[in-house]
């Protein structure tokens, strides 16, 4: 047994021993989870892709006169926030999209620009344009603001996303004989592809699945600055069915994070858009994972042959109901670029970058190793397979019929 106290030792006295969650597999593979344990003492784990449930919140700073955006409008390069909360503090939402969406065209939601792409400029450091309007009180006078500010002119900016880093996913297919946009990515008709988002087994909750470090208060590479996981995501299902070792074998647990903006980066905050769907950013997010003992050498040594994931057809299954898996396969298969969904071969295709992931993840062991990045022990546990914690589906019901 090894404490994070223990390993926070080590890594000040230069000793520590860090290496990437690709590599880990391969250690253990050789040397088996024993061994491993008592060598390796920090498992450093990435990922990038697409998480709509991403924003920033962002204290504007007061005006001469002073201006109550509370209750008004405010746009961020045409780009609405909201700004139901006080005088100057708002939040942009990563989907938030442009009034004028081309909501009547063959592709609603096609814009090429919108929430995530601001956020993704004001983390480069970009001037941002405000627009604010306001109805005008005795203690904030002002009623309109037009300017430009960036990520040095105001007074905090800092990335508050309700669901990050899912743990596991489903594949996405179409049965239909139409193409379907989707937060997936276009997905092709007659089971023509697969698409799936996840690093697989650089993944972070992937290799703490029983969240024994990764919890309220653990520090966490975020958009290229440090972070910390603030809560448990919404959407959290440790419930979820998972493998007799206890690996998640579909979506499970979920992570609220929290990190100034101020240090991030666009090369790990970056808009995107979906076609037919909207504007979503694709954000980079890493944990350490300290190894304990042996059964943590064991977690983070498990590899894409260990971890399957549910494949749902989106067509149909997916927005009519509480989604039914066609089949299940590895993450070693959806990487080896088709996978068999009822007797035919489907090209499967990433919409997330395990590039980028091992990118993270080997940033996030230099910051270890070099004794910048501390680990932290959790102030609160996650809420674990034992919570009793299951998704409800909302149903459209009188009060009466809720009683």
Known sequence: MKSIAEINEKIKKGKVVVVTADEMVEIVKKNGTKK???????????????????????????????????????????????????????????????????????????????????????????????????????CYPRKKISTFINKETVNEAYIYSPRNGYQNYNVGVNVSQ?????????????????????????????????YRTIGIGTRIFLGGGVGYVAWQGTQHNPCAARTPEGLPKGGAGTLAVIGDAKQMSGNYLKGASFLGYGPTMFV???????????????????????????????????????????????????????????????????????????????????????GSFLLTNPVEPLPGVDSGISLVTLDERTPEEMQ
């Open 36 to 138: 491993a344990a008592q060598q390796v003492d920090v498992v450093t784990t990435g990922t990038f892709g697409p998480m709509c449930s991403s924003g920033m919140f962002m204290n504007l700073g007061h005006s001469k006169p002073r201006i109550k955006v509370g209750g008004g409008k405010c746009y961020l390069n045409d780009v609405p926030a909201y700004c139901g909360i006080a005088a100057v503090d708002i939040y942009l939402g990563a989907t938030s999209m442009p009034d004028d969406d081309p909501r009547n065209t063959v592709y609603p939601g096609a814009f090429k620009y919108g929430g995530g792409h601001v956020i993704e400029e004001f983390v480069s450091g970009k001037p941002i344009r405000l627009d604010a309007t306001a109805y005008g009180t005795d």
């Open 284 to 370: 980079g997010l890493g944990i350490p994972i300290p190894v304990l003992d042996e059964e943590m050498a064991f977690f983070t040594s498990r590899s894409d042959e260990d971890f399957y994931a549910q494949v749902v057809d989106y067509s149909s299954d997916y927005p009519q109901r509480i989604p039914a898996s066609l089949c299940e396969v590895t993450y070693a298969q959806l990487k080896s670029g088709k996978i068999t969904v009822k007797g035919k071969d489907v090209p499967t295709f990433p919409i997330s970058s395990y590039s980028k992931a091992r990118e993270i993840a080997s940033m996030l062991k230099t910051w270890v190793e070099t």
């Open 178 to 210: 139409r193409v379907i946009h989707t937060y997936m990515g276009v997905i092709k008709p007659n089971l023509g592809s697969a698409n799936y988002s996840s690093a697989g087994q650089l993944s972070p909750l992937l290799k703490d699945p029983k």
